[in-house]
């Protein structure tokens, strides 16, 4: 094995994507309607430009959604399956390989048809790990379905302490759709991981897990807690306010995730897609 000290990449962090084939999201608070399609291909076409390119890149949850259009009903799997198949083609762009998470807003029956992740039951949560260079990289179901916030049942936190037992001697970054603390902003803080203590405990238990990278919160924080940093991406499409209490969404623009992994360190920026940039 190459020792940490050695290894050295680019990944990405796409997040939110929100796909919904044939029709545009409109906020439930705001007065404007939003392209998700077309601004996840922009995301796509900005990290075709990355130089050096990234070794792969991770979706990190609420991929599908068209929940969004159809919001007084709960839509079947056949009814998701078109979003993530609009999803899967237009990330056929990406110059890497990508691993996906499953967000609040997920089918999880249509997402293991369609992305082909072979789960043990049709809607099984779908957390796994794997290797990267020297790197551990772990990822987490949170979904709670039905729910807007999440949820990490016992079996999927028996299974991580297994795992980070398991990898002691790697570097490890952990990906999770909600976010395990609060951060500041009442409304999007009612739908946090409702157990993110027994979560950070399991990571506190791991010296080796200095990094969780969240999605779900469509907007970018850092927050450190001893050894542990929280980072949040902002969505590929539509965002929140990083001020209101209340959620507002704005339209855009839209962002993502780079990270440069040098040996044991880690360096990282948000990328913002605003309308009149020429160029990154
Ligand atoms: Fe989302
Ligand atoms: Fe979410």
Redesign the pocket.
Known sequence: MASAGESRFRFVHL??T?IMAGARWRPRSADFEFDTEASLRRVVDAVRSLDPAPEFAVLG??LA?PDLVDRDRSLTPEEYEPSYRLLREILTGLPCPAHFLV???DNRVAFHRVLNTAPASPDAPHYYSFDHHAHHFVVLDSQEPGQAGGLLDAAQLGWLRRDLGAHRDRPTIVFVHHHPWALGLQWIDTMMVKNGEELTAALDEHPQVRWVIC??V?LDQAIQRGGLTVLTTP?TCVQLSKTSQAGKALPGPPAFRVVDVSGARLSTRVLHLHPDAAAL
């Open positions: 997040t939110d929100h949850g609420d959604s967000g609040n807003h999605g779900h469509h969505s």
